[in-house]
């Protein structure tokens, strides 16, 4: 069967992912062009939901995982998509201009003209090429189903024993969902300290410190042999484990983009240019599964992060609906948190910095959130990394407690406006006793990097 | 007597002022130039204090005015810092290069040669010209003397009945403190709303409403008349007060500098250049004495805030010690709470941007800190005004609850960097559920004004 698409009388849009970024792109072309054909395919049950609230639901700080959808595929429909979930698109053709789908719970497989498309078919989390990871023990918190299929493993085994592989953001934040839990949680690490994609290795050791305080496990320069089902196997030794969770990050699903003869650009993520337009005329792509600018690098990027997919779905939706958009791009800004531990950082890394190259100089302070005599001023360290010479910001991370880490949202746009720590330090942020010491500790970090740029000077002069 | 100046082989630094500004740019100075002699002339007993504290010492929350207190006058000694505190400067003499003081303790003028001044004299609270404003009973609260008063007079009062004249943030603070103790407060406001020098009057009624809700009585579009020792007058009636608060703001205390022939600038507040250089050669003024530049209506402005002070006290500190540093200026970022109410605002309210003459259009949210399914995610009201047309940015209010006013940081960056509202609604902020909803509250509202620049746009085509 096919549905026809441009001999029809209206133009229509097919959406391929019923998350974030499409069934952004969707809604806004939709109200722009109520003309439009909107049709969504999503191979899970849920649309428009937060992935990110998964750990929480698992910790027990929300109550169900239906809590994170945003909108349902019915909530969809009333606003005129033909939003279908338990659908997925298993080829693209694009002489023909038709996407193959599969209608899961059917079973039956059809045929959809499009006029315009667009791929947002998101990422999934990387496995190691070891035995046993593929068991349904192991889990990717990728999706609300990951979340619902981890939620009743949870459930099920009283989380007795868990290991998480791969200390990153997500890593983190199952460990802290599982803590909760009661679980006793190993974290499995390759590299010798965590969260070392992020963040510079002393910022990773105070947060290594603040896991074991609270009581996880952490096993860092470890690597992963295998899962036998009942025990994890590292160089290290063997890790009982009724449960393992993937922290190692995601790759982009862009096989279906590819197989169709799209371009793919950075880390194999769709290829996109300004305006988020793929290699193929009227299709376009967001969100997890394409790649993005970085600002700071003027590398493209892959940065799998909901923010991002729906700042690029909005282009995407504003293009389609016959605007004109464009996504200048990202300076990597993460947080996150861990118990009382706040976590976050933007622009690059010394490990990022020098693999594109730049020299650095860094400013680092410790302070505190609020003036030190305000009941609850709580610890905050600030570390700013900038070029020498002109002192032009590269990046920027922050470990503390309450308060702390939203800080990291002046660098965010501190670095967007490519300011030097000399416009940083002179920045006329909010300032009273509840809120801050009278230097923001941002400032001071700025101005301990103003020094240092410098001393640079001084000794190179 | 006279202590000699640039005859001696030294050179010397007299400093009027010790507090945030004046020791700032003392220790820098004698940090670069050891050599440099500094004198510094406090006319109170103490240095380089938070005067910003005063409420939170009043309300309960800091023990004592002395935990306000970052250096001595001791410790600056220590650091090689000639610090008089109880001198006071009575007279400047540009000719002679030389000041005038008075040891108020040893009863006694002397006269103080210098090479470079500092002036740093601070500001006034301003006082209603109406009878009974000089009474006792009527406090400032900018000196920490001030402050130390206040609690003696509140202690001894039992503060039963307190009045706030003004309902700026030293008036919402002040009425907060008195709240904590016990004490019935009223705040006086001849404005139609609270907060009206600053916030707008949708914006300034919340405050008011939390103002309310925390039992304090607000009597806005009432004017002052006088006050008897037991009773404040207004055109609204008779108020019982045991004790009465200036909340009116402040003006700068230049008359020493204009008696000497200093030029004076915005609002008679001392003139400055880039470099904080008064009129005089060799004569420097930095804080709440002095003017800034306003980086968004490019006009110069008296604005009396401890961070600016900080700021403009470092650069004349290098600039004196043989650096070079300029002050860029403000953009009218200011921060305070009312009980568990935050408020912030940056750039220009709708009567500032009025008149530098800028037309406007506004976006304006309700939205919550953290992800709404997130445990404690609390009311945020962001509103952002931008230029019809091109979208420039030109100023934001924040209403919320914890969590929601340092986010004006952001807002405050984004002005100093000239952004627009298409440039900030791209900006890469920080997100995870427990610190902001996918798309952050400022991020939504650029949103809305975004749509509003674009349908300005549409209306006028």
Redesign the interface.
């Known amino acids: 069967m096919v549905e026809p698409g441009s001999a029809a009388l209206t133009e229509r849009l097919v959406v391929i992912g019923g998350d974030?970024s499409g069934m952004t792109a969707a809604s806004l072309a939709k109200k722009m062009r109520p003309e439009l054909e909107v049709v969504a395919l999503e191979k899970g049950p849920w649309t428009s939901y937060?992935a990110?609230?998964i750990p929480?639901v698992i910790g027990g700080?929300?109550s169900s995982v239906e809590?994170?959808v945003v909108r349902t595929p019915e909530q969809h429909r009333a606003n005129g998509i033909d939003a279908r979930a338990m659908h997925e698109a298993t080829a693209i053709d694009l002489d023909r201009r038709e996407v193959e789908a599969r209608d899961i719970d059917g079973a039956r497989t059809y045929r959809l003209g499009f006029d315009q498309l667009v791929i947002a078919t998101g990422a999934t989390p990387r496995r190691p090429p070891v035995p046993g990871f593929l068991d349904e023990k192991v889990h990717g918190v990728q999706t609300l189903d990951d979340g619902a299929h981890l939620l009743r493993h949870a459930e099920k085994i009283g989380a007795d024993r868990v290991v998480v592989v791969g200390a990153g953001?997500i890593g983190l934040?199952i460990a802290e969902a599982f803590v909760k839990r009661g679980a006793r949680v190993t974290v499995v690490e390759r590299e010798p300290e965590v969260l070392a994609a992020t963040m510079d290795p002393e910022m990773g050791a105070r947060v290594r410190q603040a896991m074991e305080r609270h009581g996880i496990e952490v096993r860092v320069g470890d690597a992963v042999d295998g899962f036998d089902g009942k025990a994890l196997h590292t160089a290290g030794g063997e890790i009982p484990a009724d449960l393992v969770v993937l922290g190692l990050g995601v790759v982009p699903n862009s096989t279906l983009a590819n197989e169709a003869g799209i371009e793919l650009g950075a880390h194999d993520a769709i290829g996109v240019d300004v305006r988020q337009r793929t290699s193929a005329e009227g299709v376009w792509a967001a969100g997890d599964c394409c790649e993005a600018f970085h600002?700071v690098s003027n590398r493209k990027v892959h940065i799998a992060?909901?923010?991002?997919a729906?700042?690029q779905g909005r282009v995407v939706g504003i293009n389609v609906g016959g605007g004109y958009a464009t996504?200048?791009?990202?300076?990597?800004?993460?947080?996150?948190?861990l118990c009382d531990t706040?976590i976050?950082r933007?622009g690059l890394s010394e490990r990022e910095a020098t693999q594109v190259g730049f020299r650095f100089v860094a400013g680092r302070i410790e302070s505190t959130t609020r003036?030190g005599?305000?009941?609850d001023a709580k610890p905050i360290s600030v570390k700013i990394l900038a070029q020498p010479g002109g002192g032009e910001l590269l990046g920027a991370q922050i470990v503390g407690e309450e308060?702390a880490?939203?800080?990291?949202?002046?660098l965010?746009?501190?670095l967007?406006?490519r300011?030097t720590v000399e416009?940083l330090?002179?920045?006329?942020?909010?300032?009273?006793?509840?809120?801050?010491p009278?230097?923001?500790p941002?400032l001071m970090a700025a101005r301990k990097a103003w020094d240092a740029v410098q001393q640079e000077r001084t000794f190179r002069s």
């Open positions: 974030a937060s990110c609230g929480y700080d929300v809590d994170l953001y934040e600002l992060l909901g923010t991002v729906n700042k996504f200048p791009g990202v300076v990597g800004t993460a947080v996150t948190k706040e976050a933007t003036a005599y305000y009941p308060g880490a939203k800080r990291i949202d002046v965010a746009t501190a967007t406006a300011f416009d330090l002179h920045l006329d942020l909010s300032y009273a006793p509840p809120f801050a009278v230097w923001d941002v």
